[in-house]
């Protein structure tokens, strides 16, 4: 495959230090979930980076289905914890279609396509429990 695009991130202190991109001016003080720490944690860095990714796979699909429709893509991420440390992540994807000539089960299928495109999706299939839905408004 052809490369697009890499980038890097450099973390230091972990969930209590900074994250920063090598080809960005942004830099980000992370902090844990739930704490008292100014900050950000990686679940929600996830959540934004999935919601984006998978909105944007979503546009390909319409795209290619040639549906029109305009919609917002919301994520949710979960940090869950077993026992001994056994930590994993659940992600629901939730696509809000504004007024459309499709039914809910048309976007629905476009939106489980669009699963199917999305690098981020790609990247998790198998790994973590994703949740797929959408509503049409």
């Known amino acids: 495959m052809k490369t697009l695009y890499s980038t890097k991130a450099t973390v230091t202190g972990g969930r209590m230090g900074t994250a920063k991109l090598e080809d960005s001016d942004l830099e980000i003080n992370m902090a844990p979930p739930g704490g008292n720490k100014e900050g950000n944690n990686p679940e929600q860095l996830l959540a934004m980076g999935y919601a984006a990714c998978f ?4 546009g390909v699909v319409k795209k290619m289905e040639e549906a029109s429709f305009s919609s917002t ?3 949710s991420v979960d940090l869950l914890q077993g ?3 056994d930590y994993k992540l659940a992600v629901k994807i939730h696509v809000i279609a504004d007024s459309t000539d499709l039914s809910a089960d048309d976007v629905q299928k476009l939106v489980e396509k669009a699963h199917e495109v999305c690098p981020y999706s790609k990247a998790t299939q198998g790994n973590i429990d994703i949740e797929v839905t959408s509503e049409v408004k």
Do not use: V, W
């Open 55 to 58: 909105d944007s796979a979503l």
């Open 73 to 75: 893509t919301e994520t």
């Open 83 to 85: 026992d001994n440390h």
